[in-house]
């Protein structure tokens, strides 16, 4: 039995691929995902191979019904375990016609056991790890050893200091470093085992001070490897990893061995027959794990408020929202700028601006939501307290700070955020594996309310926050580095390699619930910039913000009320018949996967269905551009500055003519948000039933910007064009002037084709149209032959003050958009 430790190394180590805490999950690369798998459940089998007998009834095939749900409704990787669990149960009816699938099956419903056991921990080890990292007394018992193995350290505030050629690596000891994710799932792996197998108190106490003792003995060991090689990559990377741990599952063979097992198993008296007592036992487990599932899936729903929100000017030179985003303010100024959000708030809350008054009670006392963002002056005490108070009173409160403490903005928000238990850090995120911008991904599973509507999301460089055991994860960052500003650089970050970073978990949004309102933090200020803010996933993150915000607490104590109930109907289910252990095991496992299923779809569909937005109180220009057709490229999931496909400013620009822009993957769902839908060198063919969709769409009203040219030499626009009688030359044309119908001059194009059929609007010199638009139905199409001109190679990047040819690029977009525009 010695050799099943490795069933508990390998069945841990499987997290390290299904789950991105550290490097991107890689569940599709099936040899290093089922290899570890599969050497778990090996060991596993050889483990119990002296099973004399091995009898699974009929009967026990009703738990495919508690798996089927667990495998629906729980996301993979969290449902896992059911396969397995499903697997063992086929392969353990099948052993009683043939024996030697006995050990197989006893292994298998083991692994998926931990694994299901292991995946219901993991919001524990998600609230521990994003909120600790650096443990000091880590490296002070370190230090010595470290400085025997002959490496030139100091010790300095519990952070061991490495010379290097180059500069002096900072290493701090932090959880990540010590490798606590892996041993969290060895140790729940463990605990399960030794209870199942050899209920030893003894043996427990041992497992855990043997565990603890490796940690130690590995992190000294990992210091020196890592002054050997100087590659940061060996504390996370899955196979180091799980290799670094190799030995501890040596150890426990040796030092924690279990009494051989060479019985016989029969689940005939312990699979329930379902009687009227097993029932009765059966709901007492269901409630009590279903309200288990309610402590961490309930989100209070509140009352909601008028949705008159206050953004504070007085103390913030920086993200404006005080001038309007216009055809003719141009820079940096204008595009690191919030104006677009707060002007797109207001067609959905009703948005005001505090530009002079001090945030008094009189003046917080009209409003429930309060944005204070990008602080580049301190708040007086007296409006701090004010603040604190209008939370307390019901109010909502937005914090939006920023990396490396820019402009001291962390600093003046922390006087305020420190009073919610909440710290911005003068820190900045890096994606852990390639040290490029961060992303985020809702969970899976129970999606904070703020988050729980938003795509992929980009970010644009975050710092990090500190919160509370008790607050809420709003996005929990995973696979990041965090980096310390460093004020010997004029941007403030580190350039140096070094390796004085946390790494792993990290809170980039956090909330909190004080007396009957609401507060939270976010981390990244950029992403809501006139550049940014309509990227998908950014709108929707602020929409989420306000509306969390705009609520009053009302249900806010149920949770703890579920704890009580959970704990009361669990323990009378397993103190009613404590002597019949096998049987309320296994319908305590019955009814928890049930009870888990059953709660996640309930609790998560009451999240959406409270938490929708608000239909907008007024009408608002929308663009739509469609990218199931179109060869276009946006920084939806990465920065494309110099990609060949990159319109982002020319996207950005519409909002300059008032339009609220989105991005949509299917041309069917664009067609659908009504106003202007934009394609731009489509390479993909249009089949008739998407051609009879958009002739529909315009015939009703709608308008098409079709945008392509002779650059597109894989072009299917004709396809769609001939629908309309219209069609593009693509014989080119390069460097012609282009005049209006009444011949003033408006600009340049660049490398362009001619325009057939509707009515020009845009012509060359020798009267050749580029730009056309054709009316149908109550609807126009418009089309140009030169989209070259438009991407970001000729408009240059959203930040830049425009040269005279800019200028005049600029002017066409506008006088196009201007055209499609106008009332029928």
Known sequence: MRIIWFLILFTASCWLYMLSTFTPAKITLLVPFVFPLLLGIIAGTYSLRKITHFYLPLKASLFIIPLILVRIYVPYPYSFGA?????????????????????????????????????????????????????????????????????????????IYLPTFINLLRFPGTLEKAGLYLLFLIVIGGIVLLLLIDRDWKKIINFFSICIGYMIIRYIVMIFIYTQLNDATLFWNPITFTLSYLPLAFLLCIFIPLKPFNKSLSYHHTIPDWTLKDLKQSLLFFVGIFCFVAIWGFSDPGERKKGRILIDEKHSNWEWTTRKFDTT????????????????????????????????????????????????????????????????????????GDHTNVFGMNYYLNFIAKRFGMFFHYDSTYDLSSGKLTFYQKPKIFPHPIVQNIPFFLFATSCTVDAGMMAENVMLGYGLRSR??????????????????????????????????????????????????????????????????????????????????????LFIGFYKRREETGKTLIIFLFSSLCAVSIGIIFFSWLSYKTYTFPDSHTNFRKICFETEYSKIVLPVKKLVDNHPDNYHTFYVWTQRMGYVPSLEKKLELALKKDDLVVITNPVKSFNEDIILKVIDFVENGGRLLVIDGPQNKRSSSNQLLRAFQMEINFSEIQKSKLYNKNNDLMGTAIKTGIVKGGTPFLLTSDNKPIFSVTQKGKGQIGVVADSYVFSNNQMGGTQIVPNAHQRKIYNLEFFILNVLGKSN
């Not at 063992?88 to 016609?97: A, E, M, Q, T, V």
Request: net charge positive; charged share 15%; proline share 3%.
């Open 329 to 400: 303010w141009f820079g940096s100024q204008s595009t690191y700028n919030y104006y677009c959000m707060a002007d797109y708030l207001n067609h959905f809350y009703h948005v005001k601006r505090n530009v002079k008054y001090q945030l008094s009670k009189k003046l917080l006392s009209g409003y429930d939501v309060l944005i204070l963002k990008t602080p580049t002056m301190a708040y007086e005490t007296d409006e701090i307290e004010n603040i604190i108070e209008f939370v307390k009173q019901g109010g909502g409160l937005w914090l939006i």
């Open 83 to 159: 396969l397995v669990i499903g697997a063992g149960l086929i392969f353990g009816l099948l052993s009683n016609k043939c024996k030697h699938f006995g050990p197989f099956s006893a292994s298998l419903l083991l692994t998926g056991l931990i694994l299901l056991i292991q995946g219901a921990c993991m919001p524990i080890f998600y609230i521990v790890g994003s909120r600790f990292h650096e443990i000091a007394w880590l490296n002070h018992i370190a230090y010595p050893f470290v400085r025997i193995f002959g490496v030139n350290a100091s010790i300095s505030d519990g952070i």
């Open 484 to 569: 310390l500003l460093s004020y010997s650089d004029k941007s403030f970050f580190e350039r140096k390699p070094t390796s004085d970073y946390e790494f792993g978990l990290f809170l980039q949004g956090a909330g909190v619930k004080y007396g009957k309102g609401r507060a939270a933090t976010f981390t990244d200020s950029t992403c809501f910039s006139n550049f940014y803010m309509f990227i998908p996933g950014k709108p929707e993150l602020a929409m989420g913000y306000v509306e969390w915000l705009n609520r009053k607490n009302k249900y806010h104590f149920l949770p703890y009320v579920f704890a009580v109930i959970a704990f009361v109907f």
